[in-house]
C-alpha cells in the first residue's frame, strides 16, 4: 500500500514535467512545403459565405439556427427584423461576433449583406427596402463600442413586439 501511495506521488509530480513537453518547440521547422506563413483572413480574398463558416459558424451553425444552450440567437428568419428597429442597423455590426471579427470592414459589410439575402440566413425578415452596409458604414459603425449588450438588445426585442413582429430568436424570453 505504502508502495503504492509513493508510486502515485512520484506520478503526479511527475506530470507537470511531462506536460511542459507538450509546449510547442521555439526551434521547431515548418513542414516540408509548408513554409509561407499563413495569410491573414482579411487579406486571404475568400468567398463571403466561406468568411462566414470560418468567423461564424462555428457558433451560428452553418444555416444561423444558433444553439440555445449556448446563448447564442437563432439568425435564420429573424436576424432581419434588427432592420425593422431603431438602432438595429448600428446593433448588427456592433454585436462581438462582428465587430471583434478578424475581417476587414470590406468583408464585413458584405457578409451583412450575404446574409441578408431573401434566400440566405434573414429569408423573409430581411426588409422589402434593404439598403446594403457599405465598407464606409461598417468603419463608422464598428468604431462604436457596444457597451451594454442585453440591453440595447432588449430594447430592439421590445421595439419589435411593439411593431407586432414575432420574436422568433431561438432565446425563449432569455433577454
Ligand atoms: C464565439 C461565438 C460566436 C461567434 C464566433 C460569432 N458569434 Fe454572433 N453571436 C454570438 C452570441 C453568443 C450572440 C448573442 C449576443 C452576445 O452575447 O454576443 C451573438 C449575436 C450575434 C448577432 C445578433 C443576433 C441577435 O439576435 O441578437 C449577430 C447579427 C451575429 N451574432 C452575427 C455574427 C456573425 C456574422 C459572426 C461572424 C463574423 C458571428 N456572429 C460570430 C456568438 C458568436
Not at 435564420?76 to 446593433?91: A, S
Request: glycine letters at 10%.
Amino acid at each position: 500500500m505504502r508502495y503504492l501511495l509513493i508510486a502515485g506521488l512520484m506520478c503526479a509530480m511527475a506530470a507537470p514535467l511531462a506536460m511542459a513537453r507538450a509546449i510547442p518547440d521555439p526551434n521547431q521547422k515548418h513542414a516540408p512545403g509548408n513554409e509561407a506563413p499563413q495569410k491573414p483572413i482579411s487579406q486571404a480574398g475568400y468567398s463571403t459565405p466561406v468568411n462566414y463558416q470560418l468567423q461564424c459558424a462555428g457558433c451560428h451553425l452553418g444555416d444561423g439556427t444558433g444553439s440555445r444552450a449556448n446563448d447564442t440567437p437563432k439568425m435564420k428568419g429573424f436576424v432581419g427584423n434588427f432592420l425593422k428597429v431603431e438602432g438595429g442597423r448600428e446593433f448588427l455590426v456592433r454585436v462581438p461576433g462582428m465587430s471583434q471579427s478578424a475581417l476587414n470592414n470590406a468583408q464585413l459589410a458584405d457578409l451583412i449583406n450575404w446574409m441578408m439575402r431573401k434566400d440566405g440566413i434573414a429569408g423573409s425578415s430581411a426588409p422589402d427596402d434593404y439598403k446594403p452596409y457599405t465598407e464606409e458604414e461598417v468603419a463608422k459603425i464598428r468604431s462604436v463600442t457596444l457597451l451594454n449588450l442585453p440591453d440595447t438588445r432588449a430594447g430592439l426585442i421590445k421595439q419589435m413586439r411593439e411593431k407586432g413582429i414575432t420574436i422568433d430568436d431561438g432565446m425563449d424570453d432569455a433577454y
